[in-house]
């Protein structure tokens, strides 16, 4: 071993540019930098958003070899504060991701971004580096390739650095171009310099696109979705960084509050800097180029919060020139290459002392999702507001329009016609007598009038929401959408707009701009395109209707742009310019002191390696880990967890159950003796929190395959959640893996293996719910390592570290019926029949119980919340495969599959994707919801998370499903290997038979965007032969 431990007319936008392309395309058809500047060197100043004491924590250094992934496993899984965890110099081919969850005020390093490389070309983990729910961690020094999802990725963290790392992937990732990086080529191949970016995808059928290559980098839709990623997090430095060829964003920040982003590197990604969501955000002296697009300043709708206040200074963006490689359908496929810049819905941002230069469309793009159609999510502004822009230097920008991008607008049959949005531009300043180009800076010209019936929007509870300072509303996806859009306090009470406190934008004087290009255009977005919207193919006459001809003079005089900038000098027009946003510090960081020092190994033999008493549990042995599963003394037979458990130990079943590749789980919850459980009355306010145990409580869950035609039935594994307290009281979960292996003698014995592995597998047997036989075999069963388990069971609203998931009241509430085929010990347990609620009420292991229970002839108690079982039709209640029973079984599914993650509290929560089985299902359910951060693989070219009627344009089977075979792809991401097909049956089925318009933001789904239905008309004339 290898480890040494030392301490975005509305609704006629898309239409227009539809139509628009194909009139004519026909007549469309008819110099930068090298990367000499070091972003990466340090000049001084600045600082950490954490300073650990490093040297009073041990210091697990790894080393590169085949041992290196198990070796970084078993130090990752037992960091504590003060601990670093360094990989030495070299090249690392690791099989799973870094993973730290749950601790506080640590390190982990390389030995310097050129000399440490990481490559996760090979891991079974979606990113390459994972830090959840954590207080203080420092990453550094290091770089990592090749992650199949994210590189790097912040989920939770309050305090979290990422200073002198790498994300990148090979160049050609997956393609027949690919040069992959190896451990003989790393130290060259992350160097990659930006002179002439591939400005045309290849995949175009457009003659006369000859430039399609790079000599510097080849871009990849295979490639991971961002390099650098902090979500949903606090008090965030990102510090000398550099990410390459992102399929989506090189340096991310999302739904986070204070983050600031200074002297980084993005080249090679759709876009360089995406800043979505963020209170508070400062991005300074970084360098974006050779992406679709440098920044990307905006909200996001249906998110856990919106943003506001950001600075933009001191940066270079230049030669965003390359064609944009996002899969069609997400926001960023959206983005036409050639912008420097771009502000969608998003206010308040300082814009100076940077330099725009050499970008192909423009140097600066203001614009609203006005421009992309009709937003559902009446919670957001959908403009950019107050954006101060001056001191910026502009030269060469909208001189090279890309034109529309033929492939994408062929792959979504219409859909992704947005990339026609360039040559509208380009149209619209020649007619304006601008000339076919674009410019410095470019405006649509959406505006908002106040909507003066629109009162203040009301929490869930009926209260008006939270305002700001401004009276704005303080929003997220916590709260209902609104029937309408809220503005009152961008307006005075005589319904002016308050200026300039909420104009557009102030560009001023003082930005220098190259005569080189057009300063600025408003285009007026889709307006003057009537005529070709209103366009009737299949009656002429009706052309020459009043209707028609009144729609296309009003029109017209929009078609041309305006290029006069006096409207943005606030100075002038208004008497003041736009305060500046102020500066801010990071919160200051105290260490918790909540966690304590691994047991000396003394005590854990104490307690573990002790004379075991018949059907008594080593209850003293909780508070440890002990290395022998059969040193908790839980079973009859240490050979058999399926025997009769020992002490109060009693066996439950769920309704229904996570999907792991078909294995029959045995359930057993031992709550030490003298102590109860507590009954959880409230279950919709407390979604992920189950019945509340006891500190000593063991559930233990056996993972187990069967072989129905040979009477055989094997134990694969053993998970432990132990209830522990921390010295200063608080509770939390430990997990412990227990991998059952041959003992000799003919016995087996479960040794804990915290650093996880695979195994094969095979399965044949009836269920016992669904009498359906099972039958299949994997080569890829997971045993997860901790910090996989504390992924899905760790959320903010639970307690720490790997909280229950599945004993849920709602879950329980059934009668005991062993899920084995076979004959087991603990089918003879008194439980065995009965309602589990009502057991344990009556033999004192629960208090706090419902004073009865109304049991119907299921054993089910219908005064207690029910969920049924997912593959046993007529288990709601309601008539079998009725509209209602269908959808029961279907949420069912979801809620004990994915809602560990997707709910407000949990690792999935920023995606704004939620499951549980109380909420409506609406947008937060997913419906006409597009994804948020699928990247690429995750979307397989579908639009919606959840299209009514259309479950082939559906991301959910999509992700559940055998077309999913990218582990970047798959939902959910672990438990695994194999597609579980009954659950994909039924969602498929609830979707296309059960959801209809009816269901509340179905409205939000544009036809356009099918996978199987006709292209979209105008005027009764389909866009595409």
């Not at 090979?122 to 590189?151: C, H, K, M, Y």
């Amino acid at each position: 071993m290898h480890i040494t431990t030392t301490r975005l007319d509305v609704a006629h936008s898309k239409q227009a540019l539809q139509a628009l392309f194909f009139s004519l395309s026909a007549l469309v058809l008819s110099a930068c930098l090298s990367s000499s500047d070091d972003p990466t060197a340090s000049s001084g100043g600045g600082g950490s958003a954490i300073n650990p004491a490093e040297s009073n924590g041990r210091v697990f250094l790894i080393q590169p070899g085949p041992n290196a992934s198990e070796d970084m496993v078993k130090a990752m899984v037992q960091l504590k504060p003060k601990d670093i965890l360094r990989f030495d110099c070299g090249f690392f081919d690791l099989k799973t991701g870094i993973q730290i969850t749950t601790t506080e005020d640590v390190i982990i390093e390389g030995c310097g971004m050129d000399e440490t490389f990481l490559s996760f070309r090979d891991s079974n983990s979606q990113e390459g580096f994972l830090a959840s729910n954590v207080r203080g961690v420092t990453v550094r020094n290091l770089t990592i390739g090749d992650s199949p999802g994210d590189a790097f990725k912040m989920k939770g963290v309050n305090h979290g650095t990422l200073k002198k790392v790498r994300a990148i992937w090979s160049s050609g990732r997956k393609t027949q171009e690919e040069r992959p990086i190896t451990a003989a080529n790393f130290r060259n191949e992350v160097k990659v310099q930006c002179t002439d970016p591939a400005r045309h995808n290849p995949a175009n059928p457009n003659p006369l696109e000859t430039d399609k290559t790079s000599p510097d980098y080849t871009v990849s839709t295979a490639s991971g979705r961002y390099g650098i990623y902090p979500v949903e997090s606090r008090n965030i430095l990102v510090e000398e960084t550099e990410s390459i060829g992102a399929s989506d964003a090189g340096i991310y920040v999302g739904q986070t509050n204070i983050a600031k982003i200074r002297k980084s590197r993005a080249a090679f990604n759709v876009f360089g800097f995406e800043i979505e969501n963020v209170v508070d955000g400062e991005y300074s002296e970084n360098i974006a180029e050779c992406n679709s697009g440098g920044f990307l300043v905006y909200d996001l709708d249906n998110l856990t919060q919106y943003g506001s206040r950001s600075r933009v200074f001191n940066n270079i963006s230049r030669n965003n020139n390359t064609y944009n490689f996002a899969v069609p359908g997400s926001i960023v496929a959206n983005v036409p290459r050639g912008s420097g810049l771009i502000t969608l819905a998003y206010d308040k941002i300082d814009i100076y002392d940077n330099v725009f230069e050499n970008n192909g469309t423009a140097g600066v793009i203001l614009t609203s999702y006005d421009l992309l159609g009709e937003n559902g999510d009446r919670r957001m502004d959908v403009y950019s507001e107050a954006v101060n822009i001056f001191d910026n230097t502009f030269i060469n920008n909208g001189n090279d329009l890309p034109q529309p991008d033929f492939a994408g607008i062929v792959a979504t049959q219409g859909g992704q016609v947005t990339s026609a949005f360039p040559l509208v531009v380009g149209l619209k300043n020649a007619a304006g007598g601008g000339g076919y180009r674009g410019a410095h800076i470019v405006w649509d010209g959406y505006t908002d009038e106040l909507n003066s019936e629109c009162e203040l929007p009301k929490d869930r509870n009926g209260n008006p929401v939270a305002v700001d300072d401004d009276g704005k509303p303080i929003q997220g996806n916590h709260n209902p959408n609104p029937s309408c859009r809220y503005n009152k306090y961008k307006f005075k009470a005589n319904g002016e707009r308050k200026v300039p406190a909420w104009w557009f934008s102030c560009i001023n004087p003082n930005n220098n701009f190259g005569s080189d290009s057009l300063a600025f255009a408003n285009f007026h977005g889709t307006r003057g395109l009537d005529a070709v919207i209103n366009l009737n193919t299949n009656d002429p006459a009706a052309n020459l209707s009043l209707d028609y001809l009144t729609a296309v003079g009003s029109g017209i005089p929009l078609f041309p742009s305006e290029f006069d900038l006096s409207k943005h000098n606030c100075m002038a027009r208004f008497g003041s310019d736009l305060p500046r946003l102020p500066d801010f510090e990071f919160e200051k960081f105290e260490p918790s002191g909540q966690f304590a020092p691994e047991p000396a190994a003394e005590a854990v033999k104490a307690l573990c390696e002790v004379p075991l008493k018949a059907g008594v549990v080593n209850q003293p042995a909780a508070a440890v880990n002990c290395p022998d599963l059969a040193q908790y003394n839980l079973f009859a037979s240490d050979q058999d967890p399926a025997s009769k458990p020992n002490g109060q130990g009693m066996p439950y079943v769920l309704n229904s159950k996570l999907f792991s590749d078909y294995s029959i789980k045995h359930r057993v919850v031992f709550i030490p003796e003298g102590r109860q459980a507590r009954f959880l009355e409230d279950e919709s306010s407390r979604v992920n929190s189950t019945i509340d145990f006891p500190v000593g409580t063991i559930i233990a869950k056996t993972f187990s395959f069967v072989d129905q035609p040979r009477a055989l039935e094997t134990p694969y594994e053993t998970r432990l959640l132990i209830k522990r307290q921390r010295r200063d009281g608080q509770n939390y979960w430990e997990a412990l893996e227990y991998i059952w292996q041959d003992a000799g003698n003919g016995k087996r014995k479960a040794v804990l293996t915290q650093f996880g592995g695979t195994a094969s597998a095979s399965w044949d047997y009836v269920d016992v719910d669904s009498g359906r036989r099972q039958a299949g075999s994997t080569d890829q069963y997971l045993f997860p390592n901790a910090s996989q388990c504390a992924i899905c069971h760790s959320n903010n609203d639970v307690d720490p570290g790997s909280a229950p998931i599945g004993p849920k009241p709602r879950n329980l509430n059934r009668a005991y019926v062993n899920e084995s085929p076979m004959f087991t010990g603990q089918a003879q347990h008194p439980v065995n029949g009965k309602n589990q609620l009502k057991f344990m009420c009556e033999t004192g292991l629960m208090n706090g119980c419902p004073s009865s229970f109304n049991l119907d002839e299921r054993q089910v108690a219908t005064n207690v919340n029910h969920i049924p079982k997912f593959n046993k039709p007529g288990d709601s209640g309601m008539p079998a495969n009725s509209k209602g029973d269908i959808e029961a079984r279907a949420r069912a599914y979801l809620e004990v599959n994915c809602a560990h993650c997707h709910n407000v509290n949990g690792q999935a929560s920023n995606t704004g994707f939620y499951v549980d089985v109380f909420r409506a299902v609406d947008s937060t359910y997913g419906i006409c919801k597009k994804p948020t951060a699928s990247g690429s693989e995750g979307r397989g070219t579908r639009t919606y998370d959840i299209h009514p009627a259309m479950s082939g344009d559906s991301i959910v089977p999509y992700r559940m499903g055998p077309e999913a075979v990218e582990l970047a792809a798959k939902m959910p991401p672990l438990a695994r290997s194999v597609v579980h097909e009954e659950g994909v049956a039924l969602i498929n089925q609830w979707i296309d038979q059960v959801i209809d318009s009816s269901y509340e933001n179905a409205d939000a789904c544009q036809e356009g965007n099918t996978s199987g239905g006709g292209l979209p008309l105008i005027g009764g004339l389909p866009l595409l032969p």
